[in-house]
């Protein structure tokens, strides 16, 4: 029970570090554009939040060893 509670905490770390970068691009992004309403906005999001993210399936990390882009997330996302 231990190692499963400590597995669940892991993954939120995970989750929330990973919409703190997110939310930290934008940030960088929307102050270079000098627009007040959009680093207001991203003042209401939480980086605890998680339902974009799809928990379900079965996933492989072996032998990918390009790190992530997240200037491509976030243009998917509809940041361009």
Known sequence: MAISNECGRLLA?????????????????????GDPKL?????KISPTAWRHIQFGGYYTFRG????????TVLAYAGFT
């Open 39 to 43: 680093i207001e906005m991203l003042k």
């Open 64 to 71: 990918n060893k390009r790190p992530i882009d997240l200037e």
């Open 13 to 33: 770390n995970i989750v929330i570090a990973y919409n703190s970068i997110l939310l930290s691009l934008l940030a960088n992004r929307f102050q270079g554009e």
